[in-house]
C-alpha cells in the first residue's frame, strides 16, 4: 500500500448529480494532486495544491472544483458532469512539490462512470 | 508533438526474454524523469528514477540520452510478474509531471 487513499473506488452518476471524491495521504507530505486518466490517453494533471493553496489549474472545466481542508485531506467536487468525464480519477501526493528528485505516490483511483 | 511520447505497444514476449521500451521527450529543459509502472485497473507505481548516467536496479536499467531527448528502460530475463503498462515520465520546466501514454507488456510463459 503506498498510503493514499481514495474513495469511493467506483462510483456511478448522473449528469444531474453531485458528488465528492475524497483523498487522504498518511504520507506527511505537503503536496497532492488530482489527475485524469482516460482511455488511451496520457494521465491529465488537474489541480495541484501545495500547503492546502491551489498552485496550478490546468484549464479544468469549472464542473470539478477541488477542495484541499488540510494537507492530508483533499476533495474532488463533482457536478453536472458529462458522459466524456467518465474516467480513473487518481490523487497523488509528494513531500513538496517541484524539486528534481520529488517522486509521486498515487492512490488507487476513482473509476467514474457518467450516464 | 506530444511532450512525452511511447512505442503504445503491446509488447508480447516469452518469460526469460529481454525486452526495451523507448520514450522521447519534446522539452529540452525537463531535468528528471522516471518510469512508472501500472498494472490493470490500478494505480501508477513508480518503477524507478532515470539518472544521467544511467542507473540500474536489478533486472531494469534505465538510461537517458539527453542529447537525443530520449529514454530508454531494459528489462532482463522477464517475469510473468513483469506484465504491465510501463509510463515514461518527465518533469516539465513548472515542476509538473508529464506522463506518456504507456507501452504496454505482455509476457507469456
Known amino acids: 500500500e503506498t498510503g493514499v487513499t481514495q474513495t469511493p473506488r467506483h462510483l456511478v452518476m448522473g449528469m444531474t448529480n453531485k458528488k465528492s471524491l475524497k483523498c487522504e495521504q498518511h504520507?506527511?507530505?505537503?503536496?497532492m494532486y488530482w489527475y485524469k486518466q482516460s482511455a488511451k490517453k496520457p494521465l491529465e494533471l488537474m489541480f495541484v495544491y501545495s500547503l492546502e493553496e491551489r498552485v496550478e489549474n490546468n484549464s479544468v472545466p469549472s464542473r470539478f472544483s477541488p477542495e484541499c481542508p488540510n494537507s492530508s485531506h483533499l476533495f474532488l467536487h463533482l457536478h453536472t458532469l458529462q458522459p466524456e468525464d467518465s474516467a480513473l480519477y487518481l490523487c497523488?501526493?509528494?513531500?513538496?512539490?517541484?524539486?528534481?528528485?520529488?517522486?509521486?505516490?498515487f492512490g488507487p483511483g476513482t473509476r467514474l462512470l457518467v450516464l | 508533438r506530444k511532450e512525452v511520447e511511447q512505442d503504445p505497444g503491446p509488447f508480447n514476449v516469452p518469460e526469460g526474454a529481454t525486452v526495451a521500451f523507448n520514450c522521447t521527450y519534446s522539452n529540452s529543459a525537463s531535468q528528471s524523469f522516471f518510469w512508472y509502472r501500472q498494472d490493470c485497473r490500478k494505480e501508477p507505481k513508480l518503477l524507478m528514477s532515470v539518472y544521467s548516467s544511467g542507473n540500474e536496479d536489478g533486472r531494469f536499467t534505465a538510461q537517458l540520452n539527453r542529447a537525443s531527448q530520449y529514454i530508454s528502460l531494459l528489462i532482463r530475463d522477464s517475469k510473468l510478474s513483469d506484465s504491465a503498462t510501463y509510463l515514461c515520465?518527465?518533469?516539465?520546466?513548472?515542476?509538473?509531471?508529464?506522463f506518456g501514454k504507456g507501452t504496454k507488456l505482455s509476457v507469456k510463459p
Open positions: 497523488a501526493s509528494s513531500q513538496d512539490l517541484s524539486t528534481d528528485e520529488e517522486t509521486q505516490y
Open positions: 515520465v518527465a518533469r516539465g520546466s513548472q515542476g509538473n509531471l508529464i
Open positions: 504520507l506527511g507530505h505537503n503536496a
